[in-house]
């Protein structure tokens, strides 16, 4: 089953054609509000067949199919292929048993007449909206069904007769006593399947959303965790936001490399459930219940940038940029020659800090507000001059006798680290928007430098390892793939240590019940496990997020996905 679930994308950007719909033979029972939305209303056994896209010897249907009610008990809809005369030879089957609050997915296939070749028997839920998936590669289909309500069903049929595939000449979408609601609807066709990277990568936010997720596409949301772990406390009754984050940065960077409809539909219902059940007081405080550091304040002002960047909500922007003057305000200063404290103890300043001045950046570019870029500057000025390291990396954190750890330089190891794996990265990253943004070399140099740096010291056995910190340290995976990456001079070594690092977490990383660890050479749980043995397990939604984030940041390599800049995002 696991392997079906590699190979279902949402199709959108991978086929090597798409042919969009390009009209509809219809009776008077439907109604065709445009070549992707139809509905129909019909007390018999009805089909609308699509004139534009024919099937061929591979392709894949996705679409959106909402039950509004039934003339009887028994609700449904369909997609179907049928002959040049309209007749229905293969179906795949959507049905609701509206009372009993059931569903079902069933293939009726030849044996004479339809013959039914799968059933998924009758599964419980309320879900009446169902987003489906499908595609043919050989004479077999393997269909993925998700409702509105948690219902999921993931199968590949057996083969269907040679005879049965050539007759059938075109799609349809049909019921059966129904009334039924069709959008997004888009065949494909010729299907490429999935490249090797983007099918682990589905595996992964399948994994995410199996076992973080509640409800739906469009009504659910990321299961409410403390610590990691699904359950509220007193002072957190809506659960951790910065935990809920990683989740976040992992689909958005699905979505950046599919353009996945149903992942965008989750990052909606997220930031509608976070809209709802947070005050604007406690999206943009700093150094409270929900933000007691700056670098909580740094993944939830990211968090919030994603939004605006994938949805284009202002709100968000607008928390975005209330939190991060929030967190620079409280924690800016010019003491130990300027930086961010870590918190409000004001013991150290820190490299954790670091996602703070990368979304001022990125606000800076979304509204030209140099503000943002000044105090961007400050931080990225500060960490250059008092955490770089001769070998490339930076230390973590800075106090009153400066780097801390700087008479142990090289202890750094698995769960255990005076650098970090994920803020080397990320001043990278910083290294290289700056070298594209004022042609300087010197920033160039950096950006390989700390390459460099992090392929010489924080890798084993031809893979990265984290270091610091299990519960965050894939975070900019995605920007080095798409910033540092593709910088002139970079060499391929980098790109190849990711994709080894993709392979190695999903064939040694990966629990039976899909978690995801933090020794990305495995063993995922249990007392091999350094990163497990120290309280950070794979069972914590921090954990399994910025671990996967890595197999999905690989996906990014094969797809052709523009800088991470808002210009650019609205470009796609």
Known sequence: MR??????LGFMAISLSVKCCAGWEAGRD??????????????????????????????????????????QNNACARLALGTLKHDAIITVNIEHLVKQGLSLVSVDAPGGLRARMLTSGWMPGGDNSYDVSIFRTGNSMTISVIGNKGFRYLQETMPVTSRAWKSAAMFGLGTYASDVEFSDIKFSTPYSPPGHYTAQAKGVVDDLVKNFWIGGPDEGCIVPTYSGYPGT?????????????????ALDAYFQATGDP?????????????????????????????????????????LYWVFYRDLGDPYALEMAKGLVDNAYNRWHDD????????????????????????????????????????KAMNCYDWTESHLARPDGLYFMDFNADGPVGKERPN??????????????????????RLYRETGDKKYLDRAIRTAEGISRVLVKNGAYYSDRDAWTS??????????????????????QLLLNTADSICKNDRTEDGYYGG?????????????????????????????????????????????NTIKEHKER
């Open 3 to 8: 392997f079906y679930s590699y190979l279902i």
């Open 30 to 71: 439907w109604k065709v509000a445009s070549d992707y939305t139809l509905s129909v209303s019909s007390t018999g056994e009805v089909f609308a067949w699509n004139t534009g896209t024919k099937p061929d010897t591979t392709w894949s249907f996705t679409g959106h199919m909402k039950i509004l009610g039934s003339h």
């Open 233 to 249: 406390i007193a002072i957190l009754p809506n659960g951790g936001m910065w935990e809920r984050g990683m989740m976040v940065f």
């Open 262 to 302: 149903l992942t965008k539909h989750r990052i909606a219902s997220e930031w509608a459930r976070m809209k709802r059940v947070y005050t604007m007081k406690e999206l943009v405080e700093a150094g409270g219940n929900i933000h007691p550091a700056a670098d909580d304040c740094g993944w939830d002002a990211a």
């Open 335 to 374: 003491k130990l020659g300027g930086g961010m404290w870590y918190d409000n103890s004001r013991t150290i300043k820190s490299l954790y800090c670091i996602q703070i001045p990368i979304t001022a950046w990125h606000i800076w570019e979304a509204t030209g507000d140099i503000s943002y870029r000044e």
């Open 411 to 432: 202890d750094i190891h698995e769960a255990g680290s005076v650098s970090s794996f994920a803020g080397s990265m990320a001043m990278a990253v910083f290294h290289a």
């Open 474 to 495: 894939g975070t900019f995976a995605p920007d080095w793939v798409q910033e540092v990456l593709t910088l002139p001079g970079i060499h391929p070594k980098h790109k």
């Open 519 to 563: 020794c990305w050479g495995g063993p995922a749980d249990g007392p091999g496990s350094p990163w497990s043995m120290i309280g950070s397990r794979p069972q914590q939604i921090m954990t399994s997020a910025t671990t996967g984030l890595m197999v999905i940041s690989a996906a990014l390599t094969e797809n052709d996905v523009k800088m």
